[in-house]
């Protein structure tokens, strides 16, 4: 298992960190946070940069949250990216929100200058860029299914389809009053006709097999926005019966091996793709936030082709 650090090491930081060359100064914040690969590909990013400065783990639990990003602002930190269960959470703990990040309700990435903290959401268009990478496909054209629609990642992905007004959007939470919330920010969205017929453009549906196949033979692409597939224990978040060969699939967790749910996309013969592009892109977004300078693509794709 890779190293990481904890609360307990930034309250000791000093005498902690004092044998650590080059000195670390960004971060991912998670609870589960050993999977992540963003110190890989940041970490290639800033040599290839010559930016003498190194990424971290930070195995940080939620009542841990606030105390963990102001001692990373007081310690020096240049920024940190946020990952579950921390997006939507970690708002009141910066000083300023980026307008776009305010609507979608959740940031990504914390940037720290002059002693204030910024914070950012890089997925959205992280997410556009990996669509359009994958499957060759700008997402103003599709009809999308988001399943989780409530946590960070399906707000900034739903907001994304907003922003490049798709064609549809079916937004799914097992908690239906959440995807129902949803749809009711993005209503003025989606309010001009693109679909040909009567069905809206803009739907919350339940997460059940009898609304969802419906809703599929309308949908060209799915997203999995759960935090499913994270075990490799954890079954698809979609039965492999409800996948049709015509479907796209993105699942933004990414692992060595597929996902339940890419495995049965694969079975029915459906196109499918993991998170590790919109991993790339939105890590690059957030290195240009951080340094203000281009980030080193090729170096950071590289790191992530070698895992």
Same mark, same amino acid.
């Not at 300023?96 to 268009?125: H, L, M, Y």
């Not at 097999?209 to 979609?238: C, F, I, M, Y």
């Given at each position: 298992?890779?190293?990481?650090?904890?609360?307990?090491? !930034?309250?000791?930081?000093?005498?902690?960190?004092?044998?650590?060359?080059?000195? &670390?100064? #960004?971060?991912?914040?998670?609870?589960?946070?050993?999977?992540?690969?963003?110190?890989?590909?940041?970490?290639?990013? $800033? %040599?290839?940069?010559?930016?003498?400065?190194?990424?971290?783990?930070?195995?940080?639990?939620?009542?841990? !949250?606030?105390?963990?990003i102001r001692l990373m %602002?007081?310690?020096?930190?240049?920024?940190?990216?946020?990952?579950?269960?921390?997006? &939507?959470?970690? #708002?009141?703990?910066?000083?300023?929100?980026?307008?776009?990040?305010?609507?979608?309700?959740?940031?990504?990435?914390?940037?720290?200058?002059?002693?204030?903290?910024?914070?950012?959401?890089?997925?959205?268009?992280?997410?556009? *860029?990996?669509?359009?990478?994958?499957?060759?496909?700008?997402?103003?054209?599709?009809?999308?299914?988001?399943?989780?629609?409530?946590?960070?990642?399906? %707000? /900034?992905?739903?907001?994304?389809?907003?922003?490049?007004?798709?064609?549809?959007?079916?937004?799914?939470?097992?908690?239906?009053?959440?995807?129902?919330?949803?749809?009711?920010?993005?209503?003025?969205?989606?309010?001009?006709?693109?679909v040909l017929g009567p069905?809206?453009?803009?739907?919350?549906?339940?997460?059940?097999?009898?609304? !969802?196949?419906?809703?599929?033979?309308?949908?060209?692409?799915?997203?999995?926005?759960?935090?499913?597939? =994270?075990?490799?224990?954890?079954?698809?978040?979609?039965?492999?019966?409800? &996948?049709?060969?015509? $479907?796209?699939?993105?699942? !933004?967790?990414?692992?060595?091996?597929?996902? /339940? $749910?890419?495995?049965? /996309?694969?079975?029915?013969?459906? *196109?499918?793709?993991?998170? =590790?592009?919109? #991993?790339?892109?939105?890590? /690059?977004?957030?290195?240009?936030?951080?340094?203000? *300078?281009?980030?080193?693509?090729?170096?950071? %794709?590289?790191?992530?082709?070698?895992?």
């Amino acid at each position: 298992m890779k190293q990481f650090f904890t609360l307990a090491d !930034l309250r000791d930081w000093n005498n902690r960190a004092r044998e650590i060359s080059p000195p &670390i100064r #960004l971060c991912v914040l998670g609870d589960p946070v050993a999977h992540s690969l963003s110190p890989e590909m940041q970490n290639a990013a $800033l %040599r290839e940069s010559n930016i003498d400065m190194q990424y971290a783990l930070f195995q940080i639990a939620p009542d841990e !949250l606030e105390p963990a990003i102001r001692l990373m %602002r007081e310690l020096g930190f240049v920024g940190l990216n946020l990952t579950v269960p921390h997006k &939507i959470a970690a #708002l009141p703990f910066v000083d300023e929100i980026e307008e776009q990040a305010r609507k979608i309700g959740a940031i990504n990435t914390i940037v720290f200058r002059e002693n204030k903290s910024s914070g950012w959401n890089t997925d959205g268009p992280g997410f556009a *860029r990996a669509i359009r990478e994958e499957f060759s496909v700008d997402l103003r054209d599709l009809r999308v299914l988001l399943l989780g629609a409530g946590g960070g990642a399906g %707000r /900034a992905v739903a907001y994304q389809c907003a922003l490049e007004n798709c064609e549809r959007l079916v937004l799914v939470d097992r908690t239906f009053e959440k995807a129902q919330a949803l749809a009711r920010e993005l209503a003025n969205c989606f309010s001009g006709p693109r679909v040909l017929g009567p069905e809206a453009r803009l739907a919350a549906s339940r997460w059940n097999d009898s609304e !969802l196949r419906t809703q599929l033979g309308r949908t060209d692409l799915v997203v999995n926005a759960t935090t499913v597939g =994270l075990k490799h224990s954890d079954p698809s978040p979609l039965s492999q019966a409800l &996948i049709a060969p015509h $479907l796209m699939i993105y699942d !933004l967790i990414y692992r060595q091996t597929p996902t /339940a $749910l890419l495995g049965a /996309a694969a079975s029915a013969g459906a *196109r499918g793709a993991n998170g =590790l592009t919109m #991993l790339l892109h939105q890590g /690059a977004l957030a290195f240009e936030l951080w340094f203000d *300078r281009p980030a080193p693509f090729a170096a950071m %794709r590289a790191a992530l082709t070698r895992k």
